[in-house]
């Protein structure tokens, strides 16, 4: 079992700032991947960002170049730096771990608000 807790979201202004950090307790030695989706109303959630534990990130089209995803793995935390920020960025983020052996097995965070005004 692994339990994330999520700190940071809130409101800005369009071009505005936030960063949004994810803290993993429990069986952290079986993280794989630590990330960032997002949902907004009426969509189904998406991916933002994900980093593996050698520190390598991927990142959405939607936010390369904006945002940085960071991961610490001595403390067990993942942070997404979201810089530029836009109303379509608006949604409910989510901290997302993969602690799967022979496929993806996801623990999820309670989620945190981010809501971008134009």
């Known amino acids: 079992q692994v339990q994330l807790v999520e700190s940071g979201g809130g409101s800005v202004q369009s071009g505005g700032f936030l960063r949004l950090s994810c803290a993993a307790s429990?069986?952290?030695?079986?993280?794989?991947?630590m990330g960032w989706y997002r949902q907004a109303p009426g969509k189904t959630r998406e991916l933002v960002a994900f980093?593996?534990?050698?520190?390598?990130?991927v990142y959405v089209d939607s936010v390369k170049g904006r945002f940085t995803i960071s991961r610490d793995n001595a403390k067990s935390t993942v942070t997404l730096q979201m810089n530029d920020l836009k109303p379509e960025d608006t949604a409910v983020y989510y901290c997302?771990?993969?602690?799967?052996?022979?496929?993806?097995?996801?623990?999820w965070g309670q989620g945190t608000q981010v809501t971008v005004s134009s």
């Open positions: 997302n771990v993969d602690t799967g052996l022979d496929g993806p097995y996801y623990y």
């Open positions: 429990g069986s952290i030695a079986s993280i794989k991947t």
């Open positions: 980093i593996n534990k050698a520190g390598s990130p």
